[in-house]
T-cell receptor, first 116, second 120 residues
Framework: AQKITQTQPGMFVQEKEAVTLDCTYD???????LFWYKQPSSGEMIFLIY??????QNATEGRYSLNFQKARKSANLVISASQLGDSAMYFC?????????????FGKGITLSVRP | EPEVTQTPSHQVTQMGQEVILRCVPI?????FYWYRQILGQKVEFLVS????????KSEIFDDQFSVERPDGSNFTLKIRSTKLEDSAMYFC??????????????????FGEGSRLTVL
């Protein structure tokens, strides 16, 4: 069974600085995807970035990048130039591609607060 | 941009009452999911649904829960006799076919904005 671990307590970052949110995962499958979602206080789940297990390059989406270290089974999210609107809960998630209908498994999330 | 829509956004009910949460997935998606998030906690998988049947369900998804796709567009979650501990945000999600290794198809789950259920 797959497992996602997010152990950081609430994170704080100064506006315009970069921050790294940690995520480790555990699976014996070779084909999987790693996702980060943002959940602001309004509650919706916003997809941020995706990394496939076979992707050799780290994924980037605007200010978001994913530091993927396959041997260490880590998929840390890096947010550059933090903005006040980045204050939210961030969830790391994994999907195993053993079948087309496999579920997304979430970590417990990390709260990020951006200080002005 | 197509989106998953959920109704109601918030429902308050008395313990023991039946609740139906509704979802309209993205129209060309084939795989549907319900997740639950108790306030401030992790997002928990409830059930996945494909080809008009349940593909997988979690331990949370007991006999009090059921899902249905009554027509070509709606996907519903029914809780037959609500308990206090059912109070949570319920998210519907959908995805299209995953092509493992395909760089253009991540198998991303698209989430609705959630239905907040409060059981009194």
């Amino acid at each position: 069974a797959q497992k996602i671990t997010q152990t950081q307590p609430g994170m704080f970052v100064q506006e315009k600085e970069a921050v790294t949110l940690d995520c480790t995962y555990d699976t014996s499958d070779q084909s999987y995807g790693l996702f980060w979602y943002k959940q602001p206080s309004s509650g919706e789940m916003i997809f941020l970035i995706y990394q496939g297990s076979y992707d050799e390059q780290n994924a980037t989406e605007g200010r978001y990048s994913l530091n993927f270290q396959k041997a260490r089974k880590s998929a840390n999210l890096v947010i550059s130039a933090s903005q006040l609107g980045d204050s939210a809960m961030y969830f790391c998630a994994m999907r195993i591609y053993t079948g087309a209908n496999s579920k997304l498994t979430f970590g417990k999330g990390i709260t990020l607060s951006v200080r002005p | 941009e197509p989106e998953v829509t959920q109704t109601p956004s918030h429902q308050v009910t008395q313990m023991g009452q039946e609740v139906i949460l509704r979802c309209v997935p993205i129209s060309n998606h084939l795989y549907f999911y319900w997740y639950r998030q108790i306030l401030g906690q992790k997002v928990e998988f409830l059930v996945s649904f494909y080809n008009n049947e349940i593909s997988e369900k979690s331990e949370i998804f007991d006999d009090q829960f059921s899902v249905e796709r009554p027509d070509g567009s709606n996907f519903t979650l029914k809780i037959r006799s609500t308990k206090l501990e059912d109070s949570a945000m319920y998210f519907c999600a959908s995805s299209d076919m995953i092509l493992a290794g395909a760089s253009t198809n991540t198998g991303e789950l698209f989430f609705g904005e959630g239905s907040r259920l409060t059981v009194l």
